[in-house]
């Protein structure tokens, strides 16, 4: 199906309905519980699973298949956005232009730093990206400011000369990002009971292009290609005098998970019309390599789930104060309520990073695969399970 | 006119002259052995033929093509395939997708940014790696993580990855060196299977006479980065000018 | 030409501060063949070693003095250092003033300790890993050390002033027969400059002249070999890593003075270390020095108004432009040796 | 069962025909007025404060002075300047009767991570009100977001001119003064004391903020009779300003300016003393170090360096009007140490938008923000301020104060030596450092 093997075809498929799902899937708990906190069913942090599982999938493309880790690839995010934004400033709030200009600008860009990064291997490479990466974060930050608008982060004003569009609403506020008229933020609530599911078609949107990203990463992953960039991990050596030129597969993929990169960027943009420069600082091409590696590199399904898993405890967690804390704990006696809290509040709250830290050294050292790894761990604890009981079952029989 | 000549070469590492005025000719079909004590060369001039180093004078021309100045990879497509020393695969990957590679290298160049399309699909590359597999009678272990295989099975994988680029001159570095005697002679039986059944020139270095002798139509001795004498088999044992090179002058006054 | 030599002075003062934190984080890629990224954090740490220090000579007990009162109008609580009631009002006084200075030795037994607790119980379970996974848990690790700083002392900088004897300025150009207030440099730095340049020495002198710098110098080079010949190499890089915290710990106390500490500094500066290490060569000690001091006096020239007048912006990029070029002209670096860190 | 199914913008209804729909009835379209208009017994506020990054101390400050006002609003604690505030209308039962309830994020100051967290807390937890924030960067974009929404933001502390100025919004607020404001109270003060021949260099943080404090005060000194020698920009990562310093030295200035804030703030100063700067004497007269604006959270970093510095604040606990008296009490008797001018901010913004909504008997962000709209009030510490209309800028006095010689405790590092009245730091709505945007409709989203 869609020239995917059975395996593959049933892994884009859960994908799928996880995405279809995912309104009720992450809102567990009714909105007024004590438990509503742990619900991410927003839009915005909806959205912000599948932009950052994009980028992460292709920074798996590069990572995972050829094993170069690029320190440098949140500036291609960063660009994508700054394009797209000046887009919507110069030609249009229809998403699309923005999108596919943000893919192509962040493609040329990752050929550019890719064609001089990739002279070097290793650790050299890695620091190429990354000087490129800080260099762009900083210019965009000081000097560049009249085309990123710098700290403050490029946005849409009141007299943005657009093109195709108006400069402003006839109420007198700033159009919305739309596909073909259809807006991103709107957002259609179902109230079923306690619980509130919130349908938004700009996460529906994340999540066709995330399906879409999915989908071609399989592709190359089953692909001669794909098999050439693991065997760029492999043996460089025996990829040479084997009449094959690695430089170019490289290339090509850096490029290719650029233009991811740069399609996540123009996707933050268009769900929120406003792109910071921080975007394009080394934490945040950190964090792509964390959440690559936290899921599992070189893994299909790994890098969208370490991207949720990131994305949710920097919104979730950060998120619970003091005053969320009593109420969970207000049935416990006063006493032992405050010892609970103090040892609680090391960890939610503004001690979130604390949290992320302890997970990121638990998972890499008991779970060397990443996430993925556990996931097989539980399943196969379940087979062993199943074929036990089976095992129990047809003893009679024989 | 061999299908390689090597004419007046010469390489010089700082103070070391490792090689000088090398001129080699190996004739099209034949097994050429390259032999000669340790330092005398013979991996610095097989690294000049396949582009790992450029020598500093003379040219070495492959099917009247010259090589010098070209990449491994360029050189590799024109027909020469390497056997390294300690066996060159791909450790990450299963047998069935080593021995893909060489043969989509043949079908697709150097360079194909064929990403979409399926690997698993792909009948004739599928087709050409079965057959070879089968031909190294390596068939069964297939879908084999290839790191997990014995230093036997790897060399025979790795000369399968050469043969499937069907390249018209293989050659072989030390191709048995630290191999136990039954993984040579099984070495020695596959490429002597390899050369009767393949329109194919052989080079080959190797320190173990055994397998030098068995193999050889045409020996080259090097020694201290020239070539002292070259001959069939039979006229190089037992040279004189050989026995001095590989047992030093005294042994030779004695 | 003044300022030509204060940018060198300005420039060799933070190349010294970017040579230790290298040399330290060379030391542990070289020896174990980690990429450890709470090398910033052990910098952050041993600056804390210096803070914490001071509080706690600063540790005091409360008298209530009727005649004042604090911001809510109830009596102030004036507070005495222990120190002071006991070495009497003076000497305590002096004893605090030298906290930093003493917080070195203070400092040095607390950073081997860290170091080896942390080789111990995490490291050693990476060293046959994947430098990605040691990336991430060393990553983890520094976030878990700053969180728990930030829980203790706050986000804030906190002032870590220098003994009042290191107080005022060199004035070079006076000595020199120049106009004097033209050439100045500050006495703390320059102490900081000569621990820099004592520290450095003694690692090359211990890696060069003992036997045990010999293995594992030997070590560096090849691992394998070394542990072939039946020397236990394990427990000698256990030392190493002791020993390169205590370098970056050492580094730290020594720029509290310069720079207040706070939690996040140890991040501000591992991505120039790594730099630093990375231009100077992988697995190079020299490289790593050598790379410091320059990267810092490219850093200064960069800040001069000529030349940023000339280019705007290039401050603020040119430790990255350096490292481009380097990289590109020397394949590994200042001097790299081959095939370490290459795949 | 009405009222289960909703369709809006994040922030503001679509017009959409909903018969594309066809569901059960359970499904029924009803567009509120505005956006999270409250429903039940209480109303939402969300406070967006770094809790993470350089400013974490100054956000967790923020962060008490919410909860306080939040009490006081409730009607809990000794209801701090609600007693002291001119406006009478609230009563201590929540916001028009709601009880308030709030939730917090981290903002991390950066823009992207501050809009998140501002965007769960309206989609997610139905924030009404977003409040906070350190920094003009992070301000500037959460104002913008809150405009889209239709909420109203009510900034914390912030100092650009651009928050106001190019930037400004109708549906955002600012109480904290700004860069202009600080140029225009600090350099009589300066020229007062140093004198109106003084020649100035300038360090400035290489960003929006850093350029507007430049501007400003280059602008302020200038008219007085200064001139300026240079100014040089430094990067904001910046931690070592030596080659930045030692330059100062091969010229005739004799006044230092450092535009910078927050651990800049902090390294540039201490760094310049210790290159002796202020034991210079040039053209006859002692080198002096401005910091025109003061965080005395962070300043304490600098130790004691900050001694004798001239600087501005937007408000201090050491005045002794009744209201300040009345939030220090309140805030140190709850917490154990004064509370910091972000703190100040933040309590007020907080009161001023509760009493708003009581005016305007309305949580419609439109009704509020023109019961904000010039708006005149006192007790609030600042003596009589104004939100003026045209730009939805706080106008009040400013304080000019100095680094005290002799501090009591560890909180007593600032001392106030001028209250510049408020019709010295007005300026036209016009004016060109604040001019380029204009603050468009309100927006009450739904």
Redesign the interface.
Known sequence: MLGLGKKDFILLGIVAALVLLAPFILNPFPADSALAQFNAGYPDLMQRFMIFGIFAVGFNILFGLTGYLSFGHAAFLGVGSYSAVWMFKLLSMNVIPAIILSVVVAGLFALLIGFISLRRSGIYFSILTLAFAQMSFNLAYSVLTPLTNGETGLQLTLEDPRILGVSQTAAGGIPVTNLFGMEMRETTTLTLGGWAFQFNNGYYLCGALLLLAFYISIRIFRSPFGLMLRAVKSNQTRLNYTGLNTKPYTLAAFVISGMYAGLAGGLLASMDPLAGAERMQWTASGEVVLMTILGGAGTLIGPVLGAGFIKYFENIFSKINDNVLHSWFHILPDSIENAVIWVVEHFVGSGWHLTLGLLFMLVVTFLPGGLVQGGQKIGRLFRRRDAAAKATQSTPAE | MGILEVKNVGKRFGGLQALSNVNLSIAENTVHALIGPNGAGKSTLLNCL?GKLIPDTGSVMFDGQSVLGR????I??MGI??V?QTP??????TVM?NM???C???R???????????????AE?RDKAEQMLIDMNMIEKREMHSASMSRGDKRRLEIG?CLA?EPRLLLLDEPTAGMARADTNNTIDLLKQIKAERDITIAIIEHDMHVVFSLAERITVLAQGTPLVEDVPEKIKGHPKVREAYLGESAAAA | MDAIILQILNGLDKGSAYALIALGLTLIFGTLGVVNFAHGALFMIGAFCAVTLNKILNLSFETLDPTRTDFLGNPLKVKTPYVESWFGPDVGAAIIDWSVPLAILFSIPVMIAIGFIMERGLIKHFYRRPHADQILVTFGLAIVLQELIKHYFGANQIATPAPDAFRGSFDFGAMLGLDPNVIIYPYWRLVYFAFAAVIIGGVFAFLQFTTFGMVVRAGMADRETVGLLGINIDRRFTIMFGIAAAVAGMAGVMYAPINSPNYHMGMDFLVLSFVVVVVGGMGSLPGAVLAGFLLGVLESFASMNAIKSLIPGIDQIIIYVAAIIILLMRPRGLMGRKGVMED | MSKLLTRRGLLKTGAIGSAGLAMPTIFTSAAHAFTNAPTGGSVTLGFNVPQSGPYADEGADELRAFQLAVEHLNGDGDGGMLQTFSSKVLEGNGILGKKVEYVTGDTQTKSDAARASAKSMIEKDGAIMISGGSSSGVAVAVQGLCQEAGVIFMSGLTHSNDTTGKDKKANGFRHFFNAYMSGAALAPVLAKNYGTDRKAYHLTADYTWGWTQEESIKAATEALGWTTVNTVRTPLAATDFSSYITPILQTDADVLILNHYGGNMVNSLTQAVQFGLRDKVVNGKQFEIVVPLYSRLMARGAGENVKGIYGSTNWHWSLQDEGTKAFVKSFGTKYGFPPSQAAHTCYVQTLLYADAVARAKSFNPCDVGAALEGYEFDGLGNGKTLYRAADHQCFKDVLVVRGKENPQSEFDLLEVVEVTPVDQVTYAPDHPMFAGGSLGACNPGA
Request: net charge negative; proline share 5%.
């Open positions: 396949v990449t491994p990879y360029e590799n497509q395939s390497r390294f060159e695969i791909f450790g990450d990957l997708e893909m590679i060489p989509l290298a043949k697709d160049g150097v360079f194909k940014l064929n990403a979409l399309r399926t690997l698993g699909r792909d590359i990855m680029q």
